[in-house]
């Protein structure tokens, strides 16, 4: 099948896409199935990524990163869901979007702290927004960070926090002032080593993402240095969240638009093979226009994301854009992959078929990153401004 190019990519970063299938075919799709069973990655393949560079590859050298930028995020992400369909390898929570925090508000210190341990995956980085009471609206969060002398004292639980058996340093966004709604959110960072009154509650069972840890986390009374305020100014949260947010949703639909062709894949293989009334399924001709039809939007996809790239490559990707790319791409990877799972017959609906994987862990990128609801607010509200 003739393969996408984007417009962005040049021979530095074919080379890197060579290497990441060369590492994710050899480290990581041979052990799914376990990973799958055991409920998170092993531990140890945090380091292996980190060995060979793609942890933080848009973070500076002098911080232990590559030294790329977002194009580098950007192919790592595809590969991954290219390789595997989805895996439990959290490195887009882990590298685009809590190493971004960091890089964006963090003092030069915490920089140099956090960085070099997360690029080299000596330390796993989850970001907490969530709580049992509140998700979409997260203005109304309930944890707190309250400065008692010269120390931040943190209450609260989250919920549904990807990486958040093995982070050891977490994001959480807390109230530093509850009195205040988006203004009184402050990001709060704890290394879970140090932290007594920390406790993760149970790795979450799931429809899909199997294989990646998704947990509870409880504090209570952390204590916390005032060097743990990202970026050391209260009521900074807020506004750093609704900045990065375009990035997250982006990362979110280049993932989508990478199942779905490697749910084309997958089914014009099986599809080829596979003879009913005397012919190979792909001979059929509802079988040719509905994968005519998947590898049409897959297409619109790319190119639409490609565009969403440059643009965000130059600092101009709003947030009316990332959310269309995000509810739409997350909406018909949804949709394809069922289309796909239909011409598999039986065999679509059994576990050892990687698109019945596809098709659960697909479920989720239209609910989390900010459901797709969330998402046509968002353009709604653009609609007469
Ligand atoms: C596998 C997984 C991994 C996750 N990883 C993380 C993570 O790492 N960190 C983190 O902080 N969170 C994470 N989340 C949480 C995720 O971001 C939230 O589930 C999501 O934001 C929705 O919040 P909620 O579940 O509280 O749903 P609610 O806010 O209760 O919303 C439920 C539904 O109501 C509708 N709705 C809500 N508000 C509106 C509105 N204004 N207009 C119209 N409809 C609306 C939508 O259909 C929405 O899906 C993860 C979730 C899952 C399932």
Redesign the pocket.
Known sequence: MTQHISPWMDDELIMLQDSLREFFAKEMVPHEERWQKQGHIDRDFWNKAGEIGILCASVPEEYGGMGGDFRHEAVIATEQFRAAGFSGFGNS?HSQICAGYILDYGSEEQKKRWLPKMATGEMVC?????EPG????LQNIKTTARLEGNEYVLNGS?T???NGQQAGLIIVVAKTDPSQGAKGVSLMMVETAEAEGFARGRNLE?LG?KSQD?SELFFDNVRLPPENLLGGVEGQGFYQLMKSLPQERLVVALGGAAAMNKALEETVAYTSERRAFGKPLLEMQNTRFKLAEVKTIAHIARVFLDDCVAKHLRGELDATTASMAKWWVTQMQCETIDECLQLFGGYGYMSEYPIANMYADAR?QK?????N??MK?LIARSLTS
């Open positions: 929570v989850a970001i907490a927004m969530t509140t998700g979409s609206d989250k549904f926090i990807t799931k993402l998704t989720v609910i989390y990153g900010g459901s609801e969330i607010e």
